[in-house]
């Protein structure tokens, strides 16, 4: 199972959570896993089985170069999905998304400041910035929203982020306007995409979203008590500014190390939590395992669909995301307990 | 609109009379001013736009060039004031104005300042399907206009089957189905930009001039044949223009009070649709200039005593556009960028601020 090698392993579930997961995980590794080999095999030469095995045909130089990108959207889509499963139970909001709610532009606009201003090129300085980026963007989505007369509802976050994300899409236009070269890495970049990247790269984040990672599954039980408002989470002995605090960086990390990655990607936050609870219901200790799985599984599938539907050319992985999951968002926001989560 | 005079029956009591006769003449005065206010504004900038700048014609010259004739010494004048600095003013006032309309329109029969055309993805659809009929199927000129009108009308009529009928939204009970078209919107439009990325990633001619005309908007690639169609397009629908700016006061009232005023409901969506067709002709002649549709609206409501004006909104979003324009092209350093930068760098902390305000929730007519 060499595929998962990247995915942080959970914790122990506990007792409660092990008879819903036991069925749960082994199903979606071996889904996870025929999607990574088909996103090895798949693309616009197709590589034979046993090219994949043998180092010295053609096709064995394609595999290796895709399995890069393979990596890269494991890594980069199993941290979107724990990331919204988070922002979900955080802002107790159906709707909520990294990409929607603005935090993924905002992790985008500082990395763009910092490699047009600042000089920086190297994936390892720009992460930091990238994560300042969506932690500012992210409480300041969340401050805007909750001033909003009635309160930060599911709506009004989902506004607050467009607007935001509309405000740094203007900032950062007129940067690439002054700096081509900015432009030209970036024109490829923002739309979303793994394609390109290295082994190399993805090792150069992954201890943040490791870290991200372990603070999401260390909180799975304060989600669980947040669900229930804050005067009965005080009441179960829980500090809910404290727990929101862990949570909030868990996102953070996740979200802006995916996007230093990945660019901004947006629906995978969104969808994926939605179905880890049709299949496990709604505790987090069994959520947010299956985000992070079926996350991967979304973002490898979507890259290798994307690379073979419109020949010679690919479709990035954010395009096609998007495109995928915007009806899903329509039916989500349409079911009538959009109220809260 | 004359006032009639009140019938000289003594049950009338004059000075009460007299009362409804001052409140009343208040606000058409005021209407007056401001119209006449913003038009001097707009003037102002236009005529700023034309003759200053880095390269400065006087008012003499510009007459001269306009004439026909040319400048003794400096014959390059002409070229500029007449393929570059007059066509860009132009276009400028024109879009804005269609922008201003269109989405104050939007926003007076949604009852709801957000639902504006680019807020709730009108224009961004039209821009795709302008942007597709360009690179995919390699189209040009006048065919443009009208796939970006069929790709707003697709887009708007998407978003209103979707947000039409379904459970409650809890926390907007009042304005529930126009909350939820502006949901709907705003991730359509997130979805379509990204198509557009898409398409410009396709394009074996990357221009970053074009990508942002048709992402963020733009004025600078104006000439006369763009301004000459989208004239006769706007002055088509002139007189529809003029009908909604009449029945506008009545629908904006809401479907119920509407309807007991004798009011048809299909007018609402009537003038939904003319909301559309002035946004979209707007956007394929300069791109989807971001906020100016949603700004112009509430500006010239802000300016009017919160009553809703057509003419008004027509002059700020021309102001808007046009102001844009010269400081994105002169006052920012590093200099030339298009409009759409300027209006959406601030717009969006303007749509943050009316949300705090909480006006969203309780605007109504």
């Known amino acids: ?341 | 609109m004359t006032l009639t005079e009140p019938p000289a029956t003594p049950v009338v009591d004059p000075v009460a009379v007299e009362q409804v006769r001052t409140a009343r003449r208040g606000t058409f005065r005021r209407r007056r001013h401001v119209v006449v206010g913003l038009s001097l504004a707009v003037f102002a900038a236009f005529t700023a736009r034309v003759l200053l700048g880095d390269f400065t014609i006087t008012v003499p010259d510009f007459f001269t060039i306009v004439g026909g004739g040319t400048i003794p010494n400096v014959p390059s004048a002409s070229f500029i004031l007449m393929e570059v600095k007059l066509p860009r003013a132009v276009l400028a006032v024109l879009c804005g104005a269609a922008f201003g309309v269109g989405g104050a329109i939007f926003q007076a029969v949604l009852r709801n300042p957000l639902a504006s055309p680019d807020i709730v993805g009108v224009s961004i659809g039209a821009s795709a399907a302008a942007v597709f009929a360009i690179i995919t199927l390699g189209l040009a000129g006048p065919v443009i206009s009208v796939w970006a009108v069929c790709g707003a009308l697709v887009t708007a009529l998407a978003i209103r089957i979707a947000a039409r009928g379904s459970g409650p939204v809890r926390g907007h009970a009042s304005s529930t189905s126009s909350y939820r078209l502006v949901l709907f919107g705003v991730v359509a439009a997130a979805a379509l930009q990204s198509c557009i990325q898409y398409l410009f990633t396709r394009a074996d001619l990357y221009d970053a001039q074009l990508t942002l005309r048709w992402l963020t908007g733009s004025v600078s690639s104006a000439d006369w044949q763009t301004i000459r169609i989208l004239t006769v397009l706007l002055l088509a629908t002139l007189p529809f223009v003029g009908w909604a700016a009449r029945t506008l006061p009545i629908v904006e009232l809401g479907s119920d009070a509407a309807s007991g005023l004798g009011e048809q409901l299909v007018k609402a969506d009537l003038m939904l649709l003319l909301g559309v067709v002035l946004v979209a002709v707007a956007v394929a002649a300069s791109g989807p200039i971001a906020f100016v549709a949603f700004l112009s609206g509430p500006v010239a409501r802000a300016l009017n005593h919160d009553r809703t004006t057509i003419a008004g909104s027509a002059l700020v979003g021309a102001l808007a556009v046009v102001a844009g324009d010269y400081v994105g092209d002169y006052w920012v350093p590093g200099g030339n960028y298009p409009v759409g930068v300027v209006t959406g760098a601030v717009g969006a902390p303007f749509l943050l601020w009316l949300l705090v305000r909480g006006r969203s929730s309780k605007e109504a007519g």
């Open chain 1, 1 to 341: 199972m060499t595929a998962t090698q990247a995915r942080p392993v959970p914790p122990a579930p506990t007792p409660a959570a092990r008879a819903g997961l036991a069925r749960a995980v082994p199903v979606m590794l071996v889904i996870l896993a025929a999607a990574c080999v088909a996103s090895v095999l798949i693309g616009s030469t197709t590589v034979s089985w046993g090219a994949l095995l043998d180092a010295d045909s053609p096709g064995h130089a394609v595999a290796v170069a895709r399995w890069g990108r393979t990596v890269a959207a494991v890594v980069v889509g199993g941290a979107l999905g724990l990331a919204g499963a988070c922002l979900q139970g955080l802002t107790r909001n159906p709707l909520a998304d990294p990409g929607l709610l603005g935090i993924n532009a905002g992790a985008a606009f500082a990395m763009i400041v910092a490699i047009a201003f600042l000089g920086v090129s190297e994936l390892s300085a720009f992460v930091w910035f990238a994560l300042a980026g969506a932690a500012i963007t992210g409480l300041l989505v969340q401050l805007i929203a909750s001033r909003v007369r009635g309160g930060a509802t599911p709506l009004t976050l989902v506004i607050t982020g467009a607007a935001v994300t509309a405000a740094l899409t203007s900032w950062v236009s007129a940067i690439l306007l002054i700096d081509r070269q900015t432009l030209e890495a970036f024109r490829f970049w923002s739309v979303g995409t793994v394609g390109g990247r290295s082994v190399d790269e993805v090792l150069t984040v992954l201890p943040i979203l490791v870290v991200g990672a372990c603070l999401a599954f260390l909180s799975a039980r304060v989600l669980d008590s947040l669900a229930l408002g804050d005067d009965l989470s005080r009441g179960l002995g829980r500090h809910p500014g404290r727990d929101r605090a862990v949570v909030w960086a868990a996102v953070v990390l996740l979200s802006g190390g995916a996007t230093a990655l990945a660019g901004p990607i947006v629906f995978v936050g969104l969808v994926i939590p939605h179905l880890a609870r049709t299949i496990v219901g709604p505790s987090y200790t069994k959520v947010l395992p299956l985000s992070v799985g079926y996350g991967a599984v979304l973002t490898v599938v979507s890259d290798t669909i994307g690379r073979v539907l419109v020949p010679p050319t690919e479709v990035q992985v954010g395009v096609m995301t998007a495109v995928v999951g915007a009806p899903i968002f329509v039916l989500l926001a349409r079911r009538s307990r959009i109220g809260g989560l």
